[in-house]
T-cell receptor
């Protein structure tokens, strides 16, 4: 079974803090993704990576950066957290081969910025 | 610009009856479509998918129908069970997009009443 883990289930940070969200997958997947989920807006893609050290902007990259130094790990960084970044953050991974469109998700991190 | 839309935020059905969840898309380059189910405090899980070369795909109680001319797909659940109560997301992908990225709809909250 594919397993995608996220470092925290719940996180509370203050405005202006630098925040790191970590995601690890154990299936040797090339592709990894970060989304945020907000009521009425669905899942919106922040950044994705299709290889180590490679990254591409998604639909809402402003205020975020990412790091992928190892294949299994994809980090989302909020350089200076703001209240409008309070959200549920979801990490996912997929493999280019076979059913490559199917993404496997972690349990999510509920981030609150006060 | 919402390329994948789920116009019904919520749907309530009786146990044993059919649930029909709808999804519309605008991007004619989309050629693969997926449905995900999400329970509270968990990540989305893959449910069923369909390629644009088909108009129907069935898996047990779940059937997805694709109408390419109308740019519309639907998920049928028969018979509905209380455990099906969750948020359902429609997602789409285009073959030439890098990293196999998905575009998600806003989600529909399905409630199945005993």
């Amino acid at each position: 079974d594919v397993k995608v883990t996220q470092s925290s289930r719940y996180l509370v940070k203050r405005t202006g803090e630098k925040v790191f969200l970590e995601c690890v997958q154990d299936m040797d997947h090339e592709n990894m993704f970060w989304y945020r989920q907000d009521p009425g807006l669905g899942l919106r893609l922040i950044y994705f990576s299709y290889d180590v050290k490679m990254k591409e902007k998604g639909d809402i990259p402003e205020g975020y950066s990412v790091s992928r130094e190892k294949k299994e790990r994809f980090s989302l960084i909020l350089e200076s957290a703001s209240t409008n970044q309070t959200s549920m953050y979801l990490c996912a991974s997929s493999s280019p081969g076979g059913r490559s469109y199917e993404q496997y998700f972690g349990p999510g991190t509920r981030l609150t910025v006060t | 610009d919402q390329q994948v839309k789920q116009n019904s935020p919520s749907l309530s059905v009786q146990e044993g009856r059919i649930s029909i969840l709808n999804c519309d898309y605008t991007n004619s380059m989309f050629d693969y479509f997926l449905w995900y189910k999400k329970y509270p405090a968990e990540g989305p899980t893959f449910l069923i998918s369909i390629s644009s070369i088909k108009d129907k795909n069935e898996d047990g109680r779940f059937t997805v129908f694709l109408n390419k001319s109308a740019k519309h797909l639907s998920l049928h659940i028969v018979p509905s069970q209380p455990g099906d109560s969750a948020v359902y997301f429609c997602a789409a992908s285009a073959r030439e997009t890098s990293g196999s990225r998905l575009t998600f709809g806003e989600g529909t909250q399905l409630t199945v009443n005993p």
